[in-house]
């Protein structure tokens, strides 16, 4: 079963305006960790923001933040700013508390900030 | 960054002969793992290491097989390789399962061709 939606496969966004990169998850656990990760066309997958499932405050990283609705399940990242540099695809994952530590990622989402 | 390579990182191979991957990392982590990334599937998990000769099988195993015989090395082969996993082949690495924030640091990838 699919444990991470991301239903946008491409999204566009002016340069320095804010866009919001959807996410949403299935998990039974009450115990789970949420992420985001960054692959720009060269290939490599940068770890952006993490937030926890027992965090009460939305996980922020610089120009990233992470808008968690627990009761939804939903895991949206927002870029705030856009820069050309955020033109990349973007993936969401989960990780659970079982004993195989597995992360689930989601298809992504290509961003693409236009000047 | 994390200290993770990956070799080779470009292979290009026969139908039906034997390929090994390499993943090497120097963190000391418990936990390993093998992916493939195609176009609008994402990454999808082929096969795990939660230590030394403890290995299980992800969602897309079948053709894989791994082996840990040591901590720092993860090996993916293809016993035969077949044209659909062409693909890119990522390695990551991740910290103790009782830290759910620990992210996954991933290698820069091998693109395999199998023609």
């Known amino acids: 079963a699919q444990k991470i939606t991301q239903t946008q496969p491409g999204m566009f966004v002016q340069e320095k305006e804010a866009v919001t990169l959807d996410c949403t998850y299935d998990t039974s656990d009450q115990s789970y960790g949420l992420f985001w990760y960054k692959q720009p066309s060269s290939g490599e997958m940068i770890f952006l923001i993490y937030q926890g499932s027992y965090d009460e405050q939305n996980a922020t990283e610089g120009r990233y933040s992470l808008n968690f609705q627990k009761a939804r399940k939903s895991a949206n990242l927002v870029i705030s700013a856009s820069q050309l540099g955020d033109s990349a695809m973007y993936f969401c994952a989960m990780r659970d508390s079982s004993i195989s530590n597995q992360f689930y990622f989601g298809t ?6 236009i000047p | 960054d994390a200290g993770i ?15 090994t991957l390499r993943c090497h990392q120097t963190e000391n982590h418990r936990y390993m793992y093998w992916y493939r990334q ?18 299980d099988k992800g969602e897309v ?25 062409t693909s890119v082949y990522f390695c990551a690495i991740s910290d103790s399962a009782g830290y759910l924030h620990n992210e996954q640091f991933f290698g820069p990838g091998t693109r395999l061709t199998v023609l």
């Open chain 1, 108 to 113: 992504g989402t290509s961003l693409t900030v």
């Open chain 2, 5 to 19: 390579t990956q070799s080779p990182r470009h292979k290009v191979t026969e139908t039906g002969t034997p390929v």
């Open chain 2, 38 to 55: 195609d176009p609008g599937h994402g990454l999808r998990l082929i096969h795990y290491s939660y230590g030394v000769k403890d290995t």
């Open chain 2, 61 to 85: 195993s079948d053709g894989y097989s791994v082996s840990r015989s040591k901590t720092e090395d993860f090996l993916l082969t293809l016993e035969s390789a077949t044209s659909s996993q």
